[in-house]
């Protein structure tokens, strides 16, 4: 029986069609809603039965370049811009017909990598909650700090911390001396040198009088990260609309999508980020796909092509997953590892696989679509995968 309250004529019923368990769930739901009767749930469950046999697709049909070209016919019609993301100011991200060849070329690094991070209950109600969590998150480096100046006289470097900023980027420590503290031991664990605190003022300098080693110090001292994530160098609150209400998400600049999960106050099961390897290592390889088939839906519909049917993303999607890793669709992916000789010299270096298939004694035994093109034989899709044969009658046969 399922979770559902029906009678067992009733799922006799919808237990005869050859609907998925999700679509006879859904059946369930409705016949429950209605209450309606074993003839109504009947004609429900074969209404819905000749849909869902009406969309599946037919035998021999060529999935694999009608999903190409209904990709990329409205792909020629993307734009090469960069556009702020979502109207969020300062965060730009890649998108148009660049970001749809990361997404295919599935490259490592996204050209403008960032997360979007949602919160957790009074994280995501209170704005200095979603500060704390900012401030956990982007990068502090010493010019946000405080200022820095070189006394070339006494070989030192002195930095006056600004106490307001201090306090800021350290809500939960009341005391800006400790801070200070923190900060000074940063430097002496990240440069080497022996610092003195007074206060806010923090100073070093290097063992031997040195001019160079002066100035690179402070070189050094710039790079230093005191809070955060390196790798995300700003971080923008927008306060958004959900089921739930209004809440605060954050938008970053720079990508560090495991480091960020652990930190608290951020909603691990919502947050995400557009880098598709990122996602793969954290969560595995069954998200990776969800991600390639959301980052590529929503890059289509930023441009006005949302009547691209979300079942030709999936198909690439699953083509670039279904070996347990990320695979991109070109000569180093997908293309170049066909076992047809032909299909990838057809695609990219063409002397070189020809080459390399002679000295290896390859056959290409003409089972895709592109190999039997080359060679001028039908195709083994649709009507050129049928044999027609055609036999002589006698005589009486003709007559009756």
Not at 68 to 78: D, F, K, N, R, V
Not at 91 to 101: A, E, F, K, S, Y
Not at 135 to 164: F, Q, Y
Request: hydrophobic letters at 35%; a negative charge.
């Amino acid at each position: 029986m399922t979770e559902f309250d029906v009678s067992a004529d009733v799922e006799a019923v919808v237990e005869d069609t050859e609907l998925p368990e999700e679509l006879k769930a859904e059946v369930y739901r409705s016949v429950e809603e209605r209450d309606a009767s074993v003839e109504q749930a009947d004609e429900i469950a074969r209404a819905v039965e000749h849909r869902y046999l009406d969309t599946r697709v037919d035998a021999l049909d060529p999935v694999g370049t009608v999903s190409a070209q209904s990709i990329g016919e409205p792909g020629t019609q993307l734009t090469m811009n960069t556009f702020h993301y979502a109207g969020v100011a300062e965060i730009d991200v890649t998108q148009g017909l660049p970001r749809l060849i990361e997404l295919v070329d599935a490259r490592k690094t996204p050209d403008t990598p960032t997360m979007t991070v949602h919160l957790d209950d009074e994280y995501a109600a209170d704005r200095e909650k979603a500060h704390e969590v900012v401030w956990k998150i982007e990068a502090t480096k010493i010019l946000a700090l405080g200022d820095i100046s070189t006394n070339v006289a006494d070989m030192r470097v002195h930095i006056d911390l600004n106490p307001d900023t201090l306090q800021e980027r350290w809500p939960t420590v009341d005391s800006v001396d400790e801070i200070a503290g923190e900060v000074a031991g940063i430097i002496e664990d990240s440069l080497g040198v022996k610092t003195v605190q007074q206060g806010t003022n923090v100073e070093f300098g290097p063992e031997e009088p040195s001019y160079r080693d002066l100035l690179q110090l402070v070189e050094e001292l710039r790079d230093v990260t005191f809070k955060g994530i390196e790798e995300v160098s700003r971080v923008v609150i927008r306060k958004e609309e959900t089921e739930d209400g209004e809440e605060f998400v954050l938008y970053t600049e720079g990508s560090a999508f495991g480091d960020v999960l652990s930190i608290e106050g951020v909603d691990a099961s919502r947050t995400t980020c557009n880098n598709i390897h990122e996602i793969h290592s954290e969560l595995g390889i069954e998200a990776a796909r969800e991600i390639i088939i959301e980052e590529t839906k929503t890059t289509l519909e930023e441009q006005g092509l949302d009547d691209v049917n979300v079942r030709h993303l999936m198909l690439v999607a699953d083509i670039m997953t279904n070996r347990g890793e990320i695979e991109s669709i070109g000569r180093h992916g997908i293309s170049g590892s066909k076992e047809s000789v032909l299909a990838r010299a057809a695609f990219e270096v063409t002397v070189n696989h020809l080459l390399d298939a002679a000295i290896h004694g390859e056959v290409d035994d003409l089972n895709g679509v592109t190999e039997n093109v080359i060679v001028g034989k039908p195709i083994k899709l649709g009507t050129g995968d049928v044999n027609l044969k055609m036999g002589s009658t006698s005589r009486s046969s003709q007559a009756d």
